[in-house]
């Protein structure tokens, strides 16, 4: 794992501090990809979980110039809680379910069945739609820096992080502009980096953390996706194919080394 000594996440802001800390996505992706600057040096791709991520993620793209990949993955929820998630589903099926949540919900093995199979259809739906680049693209290889406009339960990105560690990411970032302190200290564990520009101890929903919070339509999704076609990027080629291979070809080096990660 590696923290920086002066990460943000460090000191968590109580949420009634600041009504509004973002002015929309877009402003919070432009503070992110200052604070990712300094940090990562290998080759790397930006993973962004439509649809909120993706808004942050753009400016992120722009700054560091390095291709933008989509990773499907949405939160389960039931009827009868339809903003609490009780657990997270991705492209490939797999599902965590939150047991706590579970049973305050009192929630059965129909009602989790019927969520899961709801959002499955709904990934499909958003694959067959968006046309940016699948994550899979990209790997194995390089490192990723999974991209979300917040952290509430972190049951999505959890799922998200499961996803790339499976399908060979080198390293996994999770970068975010809020998170609550649950799910900051969640991400301590389970990524090798984590940043987030505040960590509310008082963390009530993401939306509270911008001005602007307005839904996403697939139209702003598409808009988004066609920009970052436009957009140059550095040590890749279309494909993806280049940092791949060098990240392969590194591998026999870092496996002579007892398997230990290079500190970033």
């Known amino acids: 794992m590696t923290h920086e000594p002066n990460d943000p996440v460090g000191a968590a802001l109580p949420r009634t501090s600041t009504?509004?800390?973002?002015?929309?996505?877009?402003?919070?992706?432009?503070?992110?990809a200052e604070r990712l600057l300094s940090l990562l040096a290998r080759p790397f791709v930006i993973a962004?979980?439509?649809?909120?991520?993706?808004?942050?993620?753009?400016?992120i793209v722009e700054r560091l110039q390095r291709p933008l990949a989509i990773v499907h993955a949405c939160k389960l929820t039931a009827p009868a809680a339809p903003e609490l998630a009780f657990g997270a589903l991705d492209e490939d099926g797999q599902a965590t379910v939150d047991r706590q949540t579970v049973a305050r919900l009192t929630l059965g093995p129909e009602v989790i069945a019927s969520a899961k199979a709801r959002v499955e259809a709904?990934?499909?739906?958003?694959?067959?739609?968006?046309?940016g680049h699948p994550l899979?693209?990209?790997?194995?290889g390089p490192d990723v820096i999974l991209v979300d406009d917040g952290l509430a339960t972190g049951l999505t990105m959890h799922i998200a992080v499961a996803y790339a560690r499976?399908?060979?990411?080198?390293?996994v970032t999770?970068?975010?502009?809020?998170?609550?302190?649950e799910a900051a200290v969640r991400f301590r564990q389970e990524a090798d980096r984590f940043v987030s520009l505040i960590v509310g101890d008082a963390f009530g929903a993401v939306g509270g953390y911008y001005a602007d919070f307005a839904a996403l339509t697939d139209e702003d999704v598409s808009a988004?996706?066609?920009?970052?076609?436009?957009?140059?990027?550095?040590?890749?080629?279309?494909t993806g194919k280049y940092a791949a291979q060098r990240c392969r070809e590194d591998a026999p080096a870092r496996s002579g080394r007892g398997g230990a990660r290079p500190a970033s």
């Open 174 to 181: 999770v970068a975010v502009p809020c998170a609550s302190e």
């Open 48 to 59: 962004a979980i439509p649809r909120g991520g993706i808004a942050v993620a753009l400016p």
């Open 122 to 131: 709904e990934i499909r739906r958003r694959i067959a739609l968006y046309k």
């Open 166 to 171: 499976r399908h060979g990411a080198r390293e």
């Open 19 to 32: 009504p509004h800390i973002f002015k929309d996505r877009t402003a919070a992706g432009e503070q992110l």
């Open 224 to 238: 988004m996706l066609a920009r970052v076609e436009a957009t140059p990027v550095s040590e890749f080629d279309s």
């Open 136 to 140: 899979t693209q990209y790997l194995p």
